[in-house]
């Protein structure tokens, strides 16, 4: 009698590579994210007299409210699915609610709660 394979489930998240991790933030979180870029921060900082790009305010935001901190420096996080600087959900969860708190103090918006 020799060892017989046992069958495994597939994971849905990564295929069975183990490449990409099970904690990584959906798209359907980033496309969150960047509704609110358009829709919510960029018209509140253009009423307030800024004119940043898209591309500038995801750099702010990132730098800002999704970050990790490396040693005694912050790093901001990646959107991007893959990579050293992809950010956990739970670094998602705690950046949104740090750039909530920020968007109702400072430009008198409410951000809602992502649909996801």
Same mark, same amino acid.
């Given at each position: 009698?020799?060892?017989?394979?046992?069958?495994?489930?597939?994971?849905?998240?990564?295929?069975?590579?183990?490449?990409?991790?099970?904690?990584?933030?959906?798209?359907?979180?980033?496309?969150?994210?960047?509704?609110?870029?358009?829709?919510?921060?960029?018209?509140?900082?253009?009423?307030? %007299?800024?004119?940043?790009? !898209? &591309?500038?305010?995801?750099?702010?935001? #990132?730098? $800002? /409210?999704?970050?990790?901190?490396?040693?005694?420096?912050?790093? %901001?996080?990646?959107?991007? !699915? &893959?990579?050293?600087?992809?950010?956990? #959900?739970? $670094? /998602?969860?705690?950046?949104?609610?740090?750039?909530?708190?920020?968007?109702?103090?400072?430009?008198?918006?409410?951000?809602?709660?992502?649909?996801?």
């Amino acid at each position: 009698m020799g060892l017989e394979k046992i069958p495994t489930k597939t994971c849905p998240t990564c295929g069975g590579s183990g490449r990409v991790p099970h904690n990584e933030v959906s798209n359907p979180q980033r496309e969150y994210i960047f509704g609110i870029i358009d829709g919510i921060l960029q018209p509140a900082l253009r009423d307030l %007299g800024n004119d940043w790009t !898209k &591309e500038e305010i995801k750099d702010f935001i #990132k730098q $800002e /409210f999704f970050y990790r901190e490396v040693g005694y420096e912050r790093v %901001g996080l990646s959107f991007a !699915k &893959e990579g050293e600087l992809a950010m956990t #959900k739970e $670094e /998602f969860h705690m950046g949104l609610e740090r750039l909530k708190l920020w968007a109702a103090e400072y430009l008198s918006v409410v951000i809602p709660e992502p649909e996801i």
